[in-house]
């Protein structure tokens, strides 16, 4: 059984690390992923998102908190995890992506700010990142003889 998930979306809003009592780092976050629509109704102006909860942990969490603004397009690599708890006597549901790692792929930062980050967020990815290879860059490089109209994301 498979449950692995890479999306890339941008964050709804700035990204908020919280602590656990036991010390760790945890970050709530929402990406909106645009959906694939027809031809017809891209010509008609038609737009669509899906708004995907994401949870990222110790150093992942730390690193968006620092280097994560609103509208950053990131890359999320992870599972998918149904949770449940109760809330004034129902249970509640909740469907989230745990990420196993986390890249900004496009900051809407000034310029100016980016070259001052930019070596900082390259040395914390690296250092940050459970998998030594970007999956979606391995996934386009893979299949760079197909057009990225046909890509599922």
């Given at each position: 059984?498979?449950?692995?998930v890479v999306?890339?979306?941008?964050?709804?809003?700035?990204?908020e690390?919280?602590?656990t009592?036991?010390?760790?780092s945890?970050?709530?976050?929402?990406?909106?992923?645009?959906?694939?629509?027809?031809q017809?109704q891209?010509?008609n102006g038609e737009q669509?998102?899906?708004?995907?909860?994401?949870?990222?942990?110790?150093g992942?969490?730390?690193?968006?908190?620092?280097?994560?603004h609103?509208?950053d397009?990131v890359g999320v690599?992870?599972?998918?995890q149904?949770?449940s708890y109760d809330?004034?006597?129902?249970?509640v549901y909740?469907t989230?992506?745990v990420a196993?790692?986390?890249?900004?792929l496009?900051?809407?930062?000034p310029?100016?700010?980016?070259?001052q980050?930019?070596?900082?967020?390259?040395?914390?990815?690296?250092n940050e990142t459970?998998?030594?290879?970007?999956p979606?860059?391995?996934?386009l490089?893979?299949?760079?003889?197909?057009n990225?109209?046909e890509?599922p994301f």
């Amino acid at each position: 059984m498979i449950n692995n998930v890479v999306l890339v979306g941008r964050l709804t809003k700035d990204v908020e690390v919280k602590k656990t009592q036991s010390g760790l780092s945890v970050a709530s976050f929402t990406i909106a992923c645009d959906r694939r629509l027809s031809q017809e109704q891209k010509n008609n102006g038609e737009q669509s998102a899906d708004f995907i909860n994401c949870v990222a942990w110790r150093g992942s969490a730390d690193f968006l908190g620092q280097y994560s603004h609103k509208g950053d397009t990131v890359g999320v690599e992870g599972r998918i995890q149904t949770r449940s708890y109760d809330r004034d006597g129902q249970k509640v549901y909740v469907t989230e992506i745990v990420a196993n790692s986390v890249s900004i792929l496009h900051s809407n930062q000034p310029k100016q700010a980016q070259a001052q980050t930019q070596p900082q967020q390259q040395a914390q990815a690296q250092n940050e990142t459970t998998q030594a290879n970007d999956p979606i860059e391995d996934y386009l490089n893979g299949y760079s003889d197909i057009n990225s109209d046909e890509l599922p994301f």
